[in-house]
């Protein structure tokens, strides 16, 4: 990629992250107590202020993440590993909730994978299939690291249907559950992509531009009808969406413009599978995240430990949630 587009992208990104969304101004919240502690880290715990730091300090581990000294607990005794997204980094996409899970008591881990541009905190770029397979290595190294049989994946957009293809094709026997946050399980429509293309001002309408500046990653995701879907979807759902023995929760938000129609997050349950999808507004209604904030959102956060520690599932209290921004600074 040349200096001059390269010096274009970081510009357009910068321009994005001063962006601030108006609060939500539902009904007040649930009045039960939250049972859940968020964690007292709140050092760029929004997704701008995230992806901004990871802009000068692309290799920084999200708060929490990436201790390779730290052995699982009886009661958490899987680790948990993180899959970022499309255009995103480990920082800028986990920073809100990798800190959560680590109070909790969760061994937590966050990978960057799949840069084709050059970008240093751009990745998710490259091809999916070969995305998908880079997980395999990170794993590997947690599994060695913590003693554990498995982990759990919890991934988000692109990062949700790499992980799915991971559990389902490549190493079912090492992964417990899918969590995925906004994933792409399904191509989505052209607008979609464009849509989030022009969020992030990074390309135009245009397939083609995708492939030239080495983008396959986009280009893949999108909706290519009537034209046969592209290799990755054939085989992560041409002989069904999910596998024997294996559990699958997607969290999906109306508000998405990434993946449109956002039912393409959701999957379908097959012969012994466990299949859960979650509308968040259905769960929480003043919750107006959208696709890039969705993992920054208090609400998500709980659905999160409540899926991964089902005999500590606890009631969840909402919080109003804005778009683009989300949050999950600690509140008293």
């Known amino acids: 990629m040349s200096t001059r587009l390269s010096a274009a992208v970081v510009a357009a990104l910068s321009v994005l992250l001063t962006l601030v969304a108006a609060p939500a101004t539902a009904a007040a919240p649930n009045p039960v107590p939250h049972p859940i502690r968020f964690a ?14 990871s802009i000068t300090d ?3 581990d999200p708060l929490g993440a990436n201790d390779w000294g730290c052995q699982p607990s009886a009661a958490h005794p899987r680790p948990v590993v993180l899959v970022h997204g499309t255009f995103e980094n480990a920082y800028a996409n986990w920073n809100g909730l990798a800190p959560i899970l680590a109070d909790r008591g969760y ?3 966050a990978l960057n994978y799949g840069n084709s541009t050059g970008i240093a905190f751009l990745n998710g770029t490259g091809d999916l299939i070969a995305n998908a397979h880079e997980i395999g290595p990170f794993v590997d190294r947690v599994l060695a690291s ?19 293809y991971y559990a389902n094709l490549i190493a079912p026997q090492k992964v417990n559950q899918v969590i995925g946050l906004a994933p792409s399980n399904h191509p989505t429509t ?5 849509e989030f293309g022009k969020l992030v001002r990074l390309f135009g309408a245009a397939m083609a531009v995708l492939e030239l500046v080495n983008l396959p990653a986009a280009a893949q995701q999108a909706d290519q009808s009537p034209a046969p879907q592209a290799p990755f979807y054939q085989q ?3 002989d069904g969406e ?22 393409r997050g959701q999957l379908a349950t097959g012969p012994g599978a ?5 509308v968040i507004q259905d769960v929480c209604r003043i919750d107006q995240s959208e696709h890039v904030s969705l993992p920054f959102s208090k609400n998500v956060a709980q659905i999160v430990l409540n899926t991964l520690d089902p005999d500590d599932e606890r009631r969840i209290r909402c919080y109003p949630q804005a778009p683009i921004t989300g949050s999950t600074q600690l509140i008293g």
Do not use: K
């Open 190 to 194: 052209l607008s979609g992509i464009t």
């Open 107 to 109: 061994c937590v881990f």
């Open 146 to 164: 913590t003693g554990a049989a498995q982990i759990d994946l919890v991934g988000h957009s692109q990062g949700g249907v790499i992980s799915r």
């Open 242 to 263: 999910t596998i024997p023995g294996m559990s699958y929760t997607t969290i999906v938000t109306r508000r998405d413009q990434v993946v449109t129609p956002w039912q």
């Open 58 to 60: 692309p290799d920084r």
């Open 274 to 278: 466990e299949v859960e999808n979650i």
């Open 236 to 238: 992560v759902n041409g």
């Open 40 to 53: 007292p880290w709140g050092e760029d715990s929004s997704f701008p202020a995230a992806y901004a730091r």
